[in-house]
Nanobody
């Protein structure tokens, strides 16, 4: 019922750009904070960017100034615009939806990921 589907990954040269999309279904999208995570070869999964229900954003230091997370609630979609890409950005990128009701139980949903490869 709940589904997060990432798209937009691919192969790009260093310095290039990609825009990832994550389309959500089966949830009331406005109630969820959204995030992008990535897992590089031989590394643990790390948080890349988050956006709250109200549109506040946060980024891991390594992507600040290069990546932008945004959401379109009318389309139930979250985006990650990635500019000035570096080889170290190479990873599988995952979309996450998070519900955190006060005095309630947190709920997380994950997409299956999309591959981003930055190489010359």
């Amino acid at each position: 019922q709940v589904q997060l589907v990432e798209s937009g990954g691919g192969l790009v040269q260093p310095g290039g750009s990609l825009r990832l999309s994550c389309a959500a279904s089966g949830i009331i999208f406005n109630n969820y904070a959204m995030g992008w995570y990535r897992q590089a070869p031989g590394k643990q999964r790390e948080l890349v960017a988050t956006i709250t229900r109200g549109g506040n954003t946060n980024y891991v230091d390594s992507v600040k100034g290069r990546f932008t997370i945004s959401r379109d609630n009318a389309k139930n979609t979250v985006y990650l615009q990635m500019n000035s890409l570096k080889p170290e950005d190479t990873a599988v990128y995952y979309c996450k939806a998070n519900l955190s009701p006060p005095l309630g139980i947190n709920v997380n949903y994950w997409g299956q990921g999309t591959q981003v490869t930055v190489s010359s």
